[in-house]
């Protein structure tokens, strides 16, 4: 296995987060190299600047937390995203038009991964797996996989829970090898997360990555 840290995302997405907590956030992705660091967008453009030359990728959301938003909002969101500097994009969802039995999401998926694809971006989707059964989360990943998505991401963090080993195994088993799987939601041990890897993850994304490196080096 790489170095934990080259699986760990770093994120911060509370409400009530602040630019001190921001700049922690940033300072440990640096003296940890973590693969990334998630941060809405409205601290797209300062962290942006913070990391610098940073071999780190900048990640924000899109359509966070319920992906209730239109698609030309979501649009809208991902373009200036990209344009204030994030490097990979974790769009939420239709929730509503999916569970609606809607052939839509997969629409909207497609129109933001060439948006994404055409600028060199990365996109990760988010399905909320504890809002679906085994067979819903099949079908959602191969409708991500089909629209283009480099990712497909467990949750937000909002719903009732968030990633389970058995789901990434499930995902795991019917995604291709070329599309990954972010584990995010609820992460915050070592064995929780080495168990994530085990089944199939390629990232994870965690508010407890500077901890979990911790326990890494303690090991």
Known sequence: MNKLNRFLES?????TMTGTEVDLLVKEAIDE???GVCVPPFWVKKVRRD????????????????????????????????RQGADELDLVWSQTAYHSGMIWPKIEIAQIAKICH?????????IET???????????????????????KTSTGYASAGAKVEHIKL?????SSNVGIKASGGIKTLDFALQLINAGADRIGTSSAKALMNSWRAT
Not at 52 to 66: R, S, W
């Open 118 to 126: 055409e600028e060199e971006r990365i996109l990760k989707v988010i």
């Open 11 to 15: 994120t911060l997405l509370k409400p």
């Open 51 to 82: 990391l610098g030359e940073e071999n780190i990728q900048l990640v924000t959301v899109v359509g966070f937390p319920f992906g209730y938003t239109d698609t030309a909002t979501k649009v809208f969101e991902a373009k200036e995203a990209i």
């Open 171 to 175: 995902m795991r088993e019917n995604l």
């Open 130 to 152: 504890a809002n679906l059964n085994e067979e819903q989360i099949i079908e959602a990943s191969l409708m991500c996989q089909d629209a283009g998505a480099d990712f497909v």
């Open 33 to 35: 190299q973590f693969v």
